[in-house]
């Protein structure tokens, strides 16, 4: 079944099944959006709890850990509570949209993305910034100055946040519905297939999936070599 | 850097195809009707009649009626008769159509282990196999399918809740391959049957019963609970679906030759 799985994955690319790169670029999309807005979210936080001492850090830093481990189900099901019409946000019409998959995805990267950039980041010797503070730099170029030091790992940490995303089913599901031309990611579409028994296709379609995360881990890695 | 900038920017601009348009309708429904493909013929045709899009969320009968309580929907077909009057009789439907039917069958394996193939009752099989304590596998997930097997059970008079009665709580798909790989009997709608037929060595052992009648309802949301919802959408696709246009629709389509629903909607 492995063999024929992959030469489906294979004949599925070489055909240009409209349905299927459909659903690939969907996945592709939605996976890059979330990581996107979770890592101008999570490179700010990341630093702070590397570089500024407070009280409570630790606390924060396990709970973050901790969170690294909620079923995808669960941040779905919360999703979905404020986002249903019944939902304290339910106004905004989000549910089964592609836009819920963003929230649902988003939330579902943060743990792992703050918690391995402050990992990066707390390798980078703590004199750099004060280094850079007493030259005089501004906090936002000492922020960009952190970033680039770490700069492999934080790509690393923003692979991890996306290899959890685009491989998850529980919050697209949940919240994007598996609508045909519309919230269907390969994610769901493999759930779907399973169900019909449709093993083959679905086992061509996680192959397929595995290519794009192998193509982007590429890009990326070819993007950050290429800057030094 | 620039690259990276760059990638962002791609990113961003891509995200503006993400907003929803407004010319469309949201339509809860059960796994049966869009595994077996029906609604991949219908619901082109109606978009294409109108211009409206028609997005469709396949999930069990259950939670259809709970999305549409909700107000997540805009309108649901389901069978599941006595929850679809309930649903309607709590004001959360405005009135419930007849679609198509097609029937439930009891598969099992060829031997059929608990001899319930001489069977006309599909209440006294059931008797048989719990007898014979053979494995049954159950949806065990409030779908259509499973409501009516509860229905059959209490008529069998047993509330099986042995080991060898089983709740899968997943789709129709699911459990038939999970009684195939099990050699249990379950119950199914025959159109999941005839899709998964070729891949599986459960034969249908029990059929005909009335009570394994199936029918189709599609019920729009009230806008009086839910002044948001797309009603006119709504009761167009209905009055599509329920007309000669749509029924014969339903009614010629065919999976490896065989008829999958029969159209209600019209005598």
């Known amino acids: 079944m492995l063999l024929q799985s992959f030469s489906r994955a294979v004949q599925l690319l070489l055909s240009g099944n409209r349905e299927v790169f459909f659903i690939a670029f969907t996945s592709l999309q939605l996976s890059s959006i979330s990581i996107l807005i979770s890592?101008?979210?999570?490179?700010?936080?990341?630093?702070l709890l590397a570089f500024k001492d407070f009280s409570g850090r630790r606390v924060i830093i396990i709970i973050l850990n901790t969170m690294m481990s909620l079923p995808t189900v669960v941040i779905g099901l919360l999703v979905y509570s404020l986002i249903s019409r019944s939902g304290p946000l339910g106004g905004m019409g989000l549910l089964f949209s592609r836009g819920a998959i963003?929230?649902?995805?988003?939330?579902?990267?943060?743990?792992?993305?703050?918690?391995?950039?402050?990992?990066?980041?707390?390798?980078?010797?703590?004199?750099?910034?004060?280094t850079l503070t007493t030259l005089g730099a501004h906090p936002g170029d000492i922020f960009i100055m952190t970033l680039k030091e770490g700069?492999?790992?934080?790509?690393?940490?923003l692979l991890a946040g996306f290899g959890r995303v685009i491989g998850e089913v529980g919050v697209s599901m949940m919240l994007g519905g598996n609508?045909?031309?519309?919230?269907?990611?390969?994610?769901?579409?493999?759930?779907?297939?399973?169900?019909?028994?449709?093993?083959?296709?679905?086992?061509?379609?996680?192959?397929?999936?595995?290519?794009?995360?192998?193509?982007?881990?590429?890009?990326?890695?070819?993007?950050?070599?290429?800057?030094? | 850097m620039k690259k990276l900038y760059l990638l962002m920017i791609l990113l961003v601009l891509s995200a503006a195809t993400l907003a929803g348009q407004s010319g469309e309708l949201k339509m809860a429904t059960t796994t049966s009707?869009?595994?077996s493909g029906l609604l991949e013929v219908l619901i082109p045709s109606f978009e294409k009649l109108t211009g409206i899009k028609i997005k469709v969320i396949a999930v069990g009968t259950g939670k259809a009626l709970a999305l549409g309580r909700s107000g997540d929907v805009d309108l649901v077909l389901v069978h599941a008769l006595?929850?679809?009057?309930?649903?309607?009789?709590?004001?959360?439907?405005?009135?419930?159509?007849?679609?198509?039917?097609?029937?439930?069958?009891?598969?099992?394996?060829?031997?059929?282990p608990a001899g319930i193939k001489a069977q006309k009752s599909a209440a006294r099989a059931l008797k048989i196999i719990g007898a014979a304590e053979s494995s049954f596998i159950s949806r065990g997930d409030d779908s259509g399918t499973h409501k009516k097997e509860i229905e059959l059970w209490q008529q069998?008079?047993?509330?099986?809740?042995e080991k060898w009665y089983k709740e899968a709580g997943q789709g129709m798909g699911a459990v038939i391959t999970m009684a195939d790989a099990l050699q249990a009997y379950t119950m199914t709608d025959r159109g999941t049957y005839l899709a998964l037929q070729d891949k599986i060595e459960l034969m249908v052992l029990i059929e005909g019963d009335p009570l394994l009648f199936n029918p189709y309802g599609i019920i729009a949301v009230n806008p009086e609970k839910h002044p948001h919802v797309n009603y006119d959408g709504a009761t167009g696709f209905i009055e599509w679906l329920t007309a000669p246009a749509g029924q014969k629709i339903i009614g010629s389509f065919r999976k490896k030759g065989e008829i999958l629903f029969y159209p209600d909607a019209i005598e």
């Open chain 1, 179 to 228: 609508i045909r031309w519309y919230t269907r990611t390969l994610t769901t579409a493999i759930a779907l297939e399973t169900s019909k028994g449709e093993f083959e296709l679905a086992l061509a379609l996680g192959l397929i999936l595995l290519v794009i995360s192998f193509a982007v881990n590429l890009i990326l890695h070819w993007l950050v070599k290429d800057e030094r």
């Open chain 1, 151 to 157: 700069k492999t790992a934080i790509l690393s940490a």
């Open chain 1, 39 to 47: 890592s101008l979210i999570s490179l700010p936080l990341g630093v």
């Open chain 2, 82 to 112: 006595k929850a679809e009057q309930l649903f309607v009789q709590q004001g959360y439907g405005v009135k419930r159509y007849n679609v198509m039917h097609n029937d439930f069958v009891i598969i099992g394996p060829a031997d059929d």
């Open chain 1, 102 to 130: 963003i929230i649902g995805q988003t939330l579902l990267s943060l743990p792992i993305i703050i918690s391995l950039v402050y990992g990066a980041i707390s390798r980078i010797d703590r004199r750099l910034p004060e």
């Open chain 2, 33 to 35: 009707t869009e595994n």
């Open chain 2, 156 to 161: 069998a008079g047993i509330s099986p809740k």
